[in-house]
């Protein structure tokens, strides 16, 4: 009633500009907001501080980082981040979280202070064009220069940011529209239900399941999961004995403990499980695209439907956008999940071995090996598992660091991962932070390289400025190890610009008055991130690796020697024959 009255007061009485931008927020739900300040949008600021009850403001040190945060934040809760930043090079650093919300799926609104619009196509201080920026990396890009018009089009950002495919919508926001003085009323979210599956879809779906052999399913997508959605497309699974996969960082959608989980198609998945996937004759690709890393570089199937293909998805224009699906469905992926539960099981399925021997693979190769060295990696991240919380959420960073966690951890149901599907460095600290400020009563470890955590590594002073406490693993092995790798199979030897010089990461934290640790052992990790855990401050534990190990698969040393050996079978190129030409006449100077 109190909500009530208060909206209709507003619906009388004039506002400014900046105010209606605040009170739109919190009409649409909104309890925390991530950004770096700009004076494009005091008024904002301004109306900000009369909400400080209903939203937190985050205060960070990077635009990039306010939006990691502010997409960790969409990923954990479902609802859009929010994250504003000022115009100009505010923007250009905060478009590097745009692009990961928009290839993640992932619902975000992002807010950007602009030049007084009178002074537009002049190439005023700062001045961008954003529709014409982020018209690739967004669903979509407004511009508001008409107070009037804030309520209207905040709540289609909403209403755009979480329809269909979630993803990021851009709205800026003109510096003297503000300032104005209108009286409007606020609007809320819209009450849409869901789209559910078509019945007749369902119903096609479990007569080409009883007709497979060797059927698989891959889980993706992130946001648009909830509790009960990932509760209900696992008791399906399992109650069809379906072997199931998830795509790239997506590991908190399945039980990894699960006999039916078979690892994960992503960058560096297991050459064991790609071949499976060829041999599949039923391939249900729930909630992911079937995109790069899932197909495998667009290797795994024909584009043309040789291998059938059952594709539900929340957007009909991803569906057969490269493979044409044998069943495409279009659903909310948790309605969809609930009818899938709802289903009846296939009656004595004929895959039962298929399953057992794709989950024995998954098992052999999350095996550790031996390595060289006091620290083995694998070991030690196994223990690190037993001893963390059941609700744990994990963050990573890209890097060939990440395909350590990603191969040799087990993600318990409870836990949530988060990653960005676009390989962006610099994504875990602040996604770590984020998620923390969003769940305070849970542990968040992020996982990032050297490489990546110098780029954002700065954004642990937001979580001292905000009270939580993650707790960052620098894996340090002196290089970008990604590209040293590639480098190593296509240049082997010939190392250039992949050396990095780095700080003791421990005295780096310390210096915040965190807690700060060196691993250097297999045997110290687990109680190094218990002392962490326990200190109750934000805390980096910078775990030295080999340089010679660039992945948990191959030294330099053997990506040098496969190298040598692949040039050797290639013939080398002859100088094509020129035949002499013809005389025609004397031979003349």
């Not at 002196?478 to 790798?485: A, E």
Request: hydrophobic share 45%.
């Amino acid at each position: 009633m109190e909500t009530t009255g208060m909206t209709q007061a507003r619906r009388t009485e004039a506002r400014l500009g900046g105010h209606i931008l605040a009170d739109a927020l919190v009409a649409q739900g909104v309890s925390h907001a991530f950004c770096v300040p700009g004076e494009s949008y005091l008024d904002l600021l301004d109306g900000l501080y009369a909400q400080r009850n209903r939203i937190q403001l985050v205060t960070c040190r990077f635009e990039a980082g306010a939006v990691h945060m502010a997409e960790a934040y969409g990923k954990l809760t479902g609802k859009p981040g929010v994250a504003i930043v000022t115009r100009g090079p505010g923007a250009c650093h905060a478009a590097i979280g745009v692009h990961v919300a928009f290839q993640d799926s992932t619902p975000l609104v992002l807010l950007i202070g602009q030049i007084p619009f009178e002074e537009t196509d002049r190439e005023s201080f700062q001045e961008v064009d954003y529709r014409k920026m982020f018209a690739p990396l967004a669903k979509w890009v407004t511009q508001i220069d008409d107070a009037a018009r804030i309520p209207e089009l905040m709540a289609h950002a909403f209403d755009v940011a979480t329809s269909g495919r979630p993803g990021p919508v851009v709205v800026a926001i003109s510096e003297e529209m503000q300032k104005e003085m209108v009286a409007v009323p606020d609007i809320g979210p819209a009450m849409v239900a869901p789209p559910h599956p078509a019945p007749a879809a369902m119903e096609r779906m479990m007569a080409m399941l009883a007709e497979a052999k060797r059927p698989l399913a891959v889980l993706g997508g992130g946001a648009c999961w909830s509790a009960e959605g990932r509760a209900d497309i696992r008791d399906f699974l399992q109650a069809n004995d379906i072997p199931v996969a998830v795509s790239f960082r997506r590991q908190g959608l399945f039980d990894n403990t699960s006999p039916h989980y078979v690892g994960d198609l992503g960058v560096g998945a297991d050459a064991t499980l790609v071949a499976k996937v060829r041999e599949c004759d039923l391939f249900l690709a729930i909630g992911t695209r079937i995109g790069e890393t899932v197909s495998q570089g667009y290797t795994l199937f024909d584009m043309a439907g040789g291998t059938p293909i059952i594709h539900a998805y929340p957007d009909q224009s991803e569906i057969g956008r490269v493979y044409r699906p044998a069943l495409g469905i279009t659903a909310d992926m948790n309605a969809f999940a609930a009818a899938a539960k709802a289903t009846r099981p296939i009656a004595n399925p004929a895959w039962a071995g298929w399953r057992a021997e794709l989950r024995a693979a998954r098992e052999a190769q999350a095996r550790p090996g031996s390595y060289d060295g006091p620290l083995n990696l694998a070991i030690a991240l196994q223990e690190l598992e037993k001893a963390l919380p059941p609700d744990t959420i994990f963050t990573t960073d890209a890097g060939n660091f990440a395909t350590w966690p990603t191969r040799f951890m087990h993600l318990t149901e409870g836990q949530d991962f988060l990653g960005p599907t676009n390989g962006a460095m610099g994504y875990s600290v602040p996604a770590a932070i984020g998620a923390k400020i969003v769940h305070p009563e849970r542990t968040v470890i992020s996982f990032v390289g050297d490489g990546g955590f110098l780029m954002t590594g700065q954004e642990i002073a937001t979580a001292f400025h905000h009270a939580v406490n993650p707790i960052i693993l620098v894996f340090n092995n002196q290089m970008y190890g990604t590209i040293r790798m590639h480098q190593e199979r296509h240049y082997p030897g010939r190392v250039s610009a992949t050396t990095l010089t780095n700080p003791d990461f421990a005295k780096f934290i310390d210096s915040f008055g965190g807690h700060g640790e060196i691993v250097e052992t297999t045997e110290e990790l687990v109680p190094a991130v218990q002392r962490a855990i326990a200190s109750g401050k934000p805390a980096v534990v910078e775990v030295r690796t080999n340089p010679e190990q660039v992945t948990n698969r191959s030294t330099i040393a053997q990506l040098r020697e496969q190298a040598r050996k692949a040039a050797a079978k290639v013939p080398v190129a002859q100088p094509a024959r020129v035949p002499a030409p013809r005389r025609v006449g004397p031979r003349t100077r």
